[in-house]
């Protein structure tokens, strides 16, 4: 057990598969935050006695049921809008099914939105654990959320965003009746284009820069987990098309800001997705020759690095200059099972 004062954060957990895993994760948060709410979609559903279990943990455990038999966009945000209004404290963070945010990273987010009424939804720095020859190794993720700070006038916090774009939105500790307006406005803007593409998380993150100021702590925030066997994934267009898609709603999002340039968010995701930016032949063979360069460099430093110990995340957090507590990290990395 870990023995800090549990914080005031309701975590949301959904989840498709993967039932034990899940279940592993919302005992996790259970132990650090005050509130779990567990979104339950795999079939059959936990029994009467299963589900009291999760209740003497303070986990309250809700069962969906998808009525397109398939994943999908709107499932996805609806197990989480659920989720959120169900919620009984003031902020809300939503969780993958095997991943974990710090006590720590956290707290800082609540402290730092209690001390700057502004601020709509807070992060911190994410590093990823993953395996190769069954050894573990740690890398750094979006760097862009290194001192990450959004606080401006709208159009310009959608400009910023676009330019160091990262998925902060969606993994942040929010202010809970923003997220669930923010959830709701991006089910319309998918349900108004009823097509999907691999750029669509852009809709809630630029959504999300509409209702107000963001920014990202130097904490250690989020550990992703690269290890287990990869979620199945909604079927969506990919490619060039994927960019038409997300302008499409994007024109829907924007409609009532006459003054936003599209093709400057356009621009951005470009820039940040670059392995997708396919416009004719001979830019599809550069960047086929640079994508492989980088996958060779990036495979060659990672194999430099690679150590299968506890101090490697150590190091790389003490290189990348990311302040964590080691009694927080110990209890992270256990309650992972690696």
């Known amino acids: 057990m870990f023995s800090k004062n549990k914080i005031s954060i309701t975590v949301l ?162 202010r809970k009746e923003f997220f669930i307006e923010n959830i709701e406005r991006t089910i319309a803007v998918h349900d108004s284009v009823n097509s999907a593409g691999i750029f669509d998380e852009v809709i809630f993150e630029f959504s999300a820069d509409l209702l107000g100021n963001s920014k990202a702590l130097n904490e250690l925030y989020w550990v992703r987990n690269r290890v287990n066997t990869p979620r199945p994934k909604p079927k969506r267009d990919k490619g060039e098309y994927s960019f038409k898609i997300v302008e499409n709603k994007l024109n829907v999002l924007l409609a009532n800001l006459n003054d936003i340039k599209l093709d400057i968010l356009i621009n951005g995701i470009y820039k940040n997705f670059p392995n997708v930016q396919t416009k004719n032949f001979i830019e599809k063979i550069i960047l086929f020759i640079k994508l492989i360069l980088r996958k060779f460099i990036n495979l060659v430093k990672k194999e430099k690095k690679r150590k299968n110990s506890f101090d490697k995340i150590e190091n790389l957090l003490n290189e990348s200059k990311i302040v964590y507590d080691k009694e927080d990290l110990k209890y992270l990395l256990n309650s992972m099972n690696l």
Request: aromatic fraction near 10%; hydrophobic fraction near 35%.
């Open 13 to 174: 957990v959904t989840s498709i598969n993967q039932r034990k895993i899940t279940i592993d994760t919302a005992n996790y948060y259970s132990n650090i935050c005050n509130e779990v709410i567990l979104v339950d979609e795999e079939q059959p559903h936990l029994s009467i006695d299963e589900i009291k279990i999760l209740r003497k943990k303070g986990i309250k455990y809700i069962d969906y049921k998808n009525d397109n038999n398939e994943i999908s966009i709107k499932s996805i945000y609806q197990k989480r809008l659920i989720a959120a209004n169900n919620s009984n404290n003031k902020f809300i963070v939503h969780s993958n099914h095997d991943e974990r945010y710090s006590y720590h990273g956290l707290l800082a987010c609540s402290q730092e939105m209690e001390n700057h009424k502004d601020l709509i939804f807070c992060a911190g720095q994410a590093v990823a654990i993953r395996k190769a020859e069954k050894e573990i190794y740690f890398t750094r993720s979006y760097e862009n959320l290194s001192e990450y700070k959004n606080i401006n006038e709208v159009k310009l916090r959608l400009y910023n965003h676009s330019e160091l774009y990262a998925p902060i939105a969606h993994y942040a500790v929010w």
